[in-house]
């Protein structure tokens, strides 16, 4: 079957640096987004990855290794407003989007 | 980025009236759009992918004749929950794919059925 494991819930203080990982087992793969969600709202296009490696997006970066079948979403100089879900998703080989539980992030002061 | 304008963002209505939520790709045209489904406190559920002038695939045990799909156009997609019942009360999400690399989701609409 299809897999897609994140943390539940990550706790993190404000200004520090926190990773969430994201490890998947899909039948092909043809990219991994990382989405964020605020409760209540849509989730909003973080990051997509296809190929091994690090991708910077100003506080934001994401990380991944197909042969590990592994990403993480880096998040540095945490912010309050950066307590939200974070939503790992994979491209399958039918190009379905194949999606984690998402991960709570809760930012301290 | 690229915008998706999902209306309306917020509904009531009866336990067996009809709900029609859109799902419009306001600078772009989208070959394909998806909705999904969440439920509190879960990960977004596809329910269906609907393809520009063709019928919708619906995934497993999504009922098509109670969540009418329609993708008339480059640009709009309509979701029809038929004969809502309470159970139908969730949040239901748009999401319009403009290239390979990037799908961008609507506001999302909050249903509840009362």
């Known amino acids: 079957g299809q897999n897609i494991d994140q943390p539940t819930e990550m706790t993190a203080t404000e200004g520090a640096i926190v990773q969430i990982n994201c490890t998947y087992q899909t039948s092909g793969f043809n990219g991994l987004f990382w989405y964020q969600q605020h409760a209540g709202e849509a989730p909003t296009f973080l990051s997509y990855n296809v190929l091994d490696g690090l991708e910077e997006k100003g506080r934001f970066s994401s990380f991944l290794s197909r042969s590990k079948g592994y990403s993480y979403l880096l998040l540095k100089e945490l912010q309050m407003k950066d307590s939200a879900s974070y939503l790992c998703a994979v491209v399958d080989s039918n190009y379905q989007l194949i999606w984690g539980a998402g991960t709570k992030l809760i930012i301290k002061p | 980025g690229a915008v998706v304008s999902q209306h309306p963002s917020r509904v009531i209505c009866k336990s067996g009236t009809s709900v029609k939520i859109e799902c419009r790709s306001l600078d772009f045209q989208a070959t394909t759009m998806f909705w999904y489904r969440q439920f509190p406190k879960q990960s977004l559920m596809l329910m269906a992918t609907s393809n520009e002038g063709s019928k919708a695939t619906y995934e497993q045990g999504v009922e098509k004749d109670k969540f009418l799909i329609n993708h008339a156009s480059l640009t709009l997609s309509t979701l029809t929950v038929t004969s809502a019942h309470p159970e139908d009360s969730s949040f239901y999400i748009c999401?319009?794919?403009?290239?390979?690399?990037?799908?961008?989701f609507g506001q999302g609409t909050r249903l509840t059925v009362v």
């Open positions: 999401s319009a794919r403009l290239r390979e690399t990037e799908a961008f």
